[in-house]
């Protein structure tokens, strides 16, 4: 991503070649592989709206309402509407995520910082507490859901498990080029700004409001396509996919991948996937502890290294380095991210 | 049925005030938005049970476990205020707010696995300070007398926060500090003790609501995360940093709470939201403006 070199037929051509790899890689990985990837990378979807959501001067700590509400359309889809096909389901649950972000996109974006991001957590707990209690939904227990057809065609018995994951793999790099090709746009370059400085938007001529906005639905869309596919690849949907504890593991993952590199956040995503699967024999009971910990020490330690969240941007730059005394510090030129 | 909602509205209303005006104080000094505030109200809760349980092991007279109850706020404030403030927050101020929203986050979720290894998964149920207080008859209804208690402790919580803060030296220091810090270090105010200080009262006021609810719910894991849910909702409302918007939002929040649970069970925190976007869509700095909430 870094220099001057960027085209979005490069870009392409590089999602397209991991794309490739990753698929070929899979037709030799064991199953149990595979599910971990499937779950890593439609995670890392979600994660990817909050980045780009941070990106674009937001920060959410409620993903996992867009995430449960993708994996509810996918589930509900066959009763509701005898939709059984899994490529449909996925657009219906990605559009229906963005849908509702679109709704409540004017009164969020309204407010910054900790007022956008508690009101995000409150959202997401709110639907999480409509759904427990409703019994259409499920309840608490949630939905069970088959995998169905993909874009009419009947998935061949024993091959679902390595089909989910091309899919998985192939959108996944199909979303992540769409992110990095409207990153280099207009109005990707504005979100940035308005990260930066929202008031200097103003005056240029910009919305903010607008932009953040924006950036609120694409986020919404992206946790919407994470959802629809692990709800698929799992064959159930819960509420916990809209409780806090899932919108903290992507908030999580977002602040260990950093918002400059796509990349990054897919590998964030498998690295988390992977400790998951060995935190299950080893501290099953202390997975929140683990994760706060590590996020404390990431941001005490490594603000740069693992997450480079709050290098580039403008007020916080000259703080940065200097965390203990409050004398001046030196001004670090921004750094170009594009 | 109005009068009902009306005896539950309060009764809710003055626990939420008490842990609200924590969270608004340690925003007021610090500019902070703790999310960990959820978790300390659930340590005081639990801390809470263990002492009355202790208390009652001990065969003291049932009034001591009213004591029990405020100690367990006073210590569960005294350990986790200076450890958090000192350790951590510290390091932090000056920075982005949402760093610092992230670094509580990291906290509330260390705290709840905390919680759950000191005092397990199972709920914990206090009741000798209910039976303390008794039920009295008005007109149709009984009311129980702990509820009152309640409400008095809210007064009392509300007015000696609101008289220290105004009618004291102490509080025009930290009234100083809350306008400009540089220039009340600058005049010799002590700016790290009064940020201490504040962020231990916060403290001490989310694990007392903690304490004082702890006889009325089944203590378990997830209190915490719906207890800073509601009483965001509370200073949003009413306006961050301001006292009588905490005041005012805790009575809103208890009121649509209330009457949701008596007429529409299924939207009681949908209907704390509703409230909630419905204030902000008329005044986006909540009723009090103490703060300028908008950025853009």
Redesign the interface.
Same mark, same amino acid.
């Given at each position: 991503m870094a220099g001057g070199g960027f085209t979005a037929g490069r870009a392409l051509a590089a999602a397209a070649g991991l794309a490739l790899a990753l698929s070929l890689a899979g037709l030799a990985a064991p199953q149990w592989l595979l599910f971990l990837l499937t779950m890593a990378f439609s995670h890392g979807l979600a994660v990817l709206g909050v980045v780009l959501l941070t990106r674009g001067g937001g920060a959410t700590f409620g993903q996992g309402m867009f995430f449960a509400i993708g994996a509810y359309a996918a589930a509900l889809l066959p009763q509701a509407a005898g939709i059984q096909d899994m490529a449909l389901r996925i657009v219906a649950g990605t559009l229906a995520a963005g849908l509702v972000a679109a709704v409540f996109a004017p009164l969020l974006a309204r407010y910054r910082g900790i007022f956008f991001a508690m009101l995000t957590l409150a959202l997401s707990m709110v639907l999480f507490g409509l759904i427990s209690k409703s019994n259409a939904l499920g309840g608490s227990d949630g939905i069970s859901l088959a995998r169905g057809t993909l874009a009419g065609f009947a998935i061949p018995a024993g091959r679902s498990e390595y089909m989910l994951f091309l899919l998985t793999v192939v959108t996944s790099a199909a979303a992540g080029w769409a992110v990095v090709v409207y990153w280099h746009s207009a109005a990707g370059l504005v979100a940035q700004a308005v990260r930066a400085n929202a008031l200097r938007v103003e005056y240029l001529g910009a919305s903010a409001r607008a932009s953040l906005g924006i950036s609120f639905v694409l986020s919404a869309l992206l946790g919407g396509l994470g959802g629809t596919l692990t709800a698929l690849a799992l064959g159930h949907v819960e509420p916990n996919m809209t409780n806090w504890t899932t919108s903290g593991e992507f908030v999580f993952v977002a602040v260990l991948a950093g918002y400059r590199s796509v990349v990054a956040v897919f590998v964030a995503s498998v690295l988390l996937e992977v400790v998951r699967s060995f935190s299950n024999l080893y501290f099953p009971n202390t997975w929140q502890l683990a994760l706060g910990a590590f996020l404390l020490l990431v941001i005490l330690f490594r603000p740069d290294g693992l997450g480079s969240l709050w290098l580039a941007r403008g007020r916080g730059a000259a703080a940065a380095p200097a965390p203990a005394a409050g004398g001046a510090a030196p001004a670090k030129p921004t750094e170009a991210a594009g | 049925m109005a009068f009902t909602i009306l005896v539950d509205a309060i009764t809710y209303a003055s626990w939420l005030f008490v842990v609200s005006l924590g969270l608004t104080l340690v925003f007021g000094v610090l500019k902070i938005?703790n999310i960990a505030h959820g978790s300390v109200y659930a340590l005081g809760a639990y801390a809470a049970a263990s002492c009355v349980a202790v208390v009652a092991s001990w065969k003291l007279a049932p009034a001591f476990s009213l004591v029990a109850m405020l100690l367990a706020a006073a210590g569960v404030a005294a350990v986790v205020g200076p450890l958090l403030e000192r350790t951590?927050l510290a390091? %932090? /101020?000056?920075?982005?707010? !949402?760093?610092l929203?992230?670094?509580t /986050?990291?906290?509330?979720?260390?705290?709840?696995?905390?919680t759950?290894?000191a005092w397990g998964v199972h709920p914990y149920f206090v009741s000798e300070p209910l039976q303390l207080f008794g039920n009295f008859a008005l007109g149709p209804m009984r009311l129980a007398g702990y509820d009152l208690m309640l409400v008095a402790l809210a007064a009392v919580c509300g007015v000696l926060t609101w008289a220290v803060l105004n009618r004291t030296t102490v509080g025009k220091i930290v009234l100083a500090v809350i306008h400009n810090p540089e220039m009340s270090a600058s005049m010799g105010v002590n700016v790290q003790r009064v940020y201490t200080g504040a962020f231990t009262a916060g403290m001490f006021l989310a694990a007392l609501g903690g304490a004082f609810t702890a006889p009325l719910v089944s203590v378990q894991p997830g209190l915490s !995360?719906?207890v800073i !849910?509601v009483s %965001?909702?509370v200073v #949003?409302i009413g306006g961050l940093g301001s006292i009588p918007g905490a005041a005012i939002g805790a009575l809103v929040v208890g009121l649509a709470r209330a009457a949701s649970v008596h007429l529409m069970p299924? #939207?009681?925190?949908?209907s704390i /939201?509703l409230v909630?976007?419905a204030v902000?869509?008329f005044r986006?700095e909540g009723l009090f403006q103490a703060v300028k909430?908008?950025? #853009?």
């Open positions: - | 938005l951590l390091r %932090f /101020y000056g920075r982005d707010e !949402v760093l929203l992230l670094v /986050y990291a906290l509330f979720l260390m705290l709840e696995d905390l759950k290894l !995360v719906s !849910v %965001f909702a #949003i299924e #939207i009681e925190l949908f /939201y909630m976007a902000l869509m986006p909430a908008r950025l #853009i």
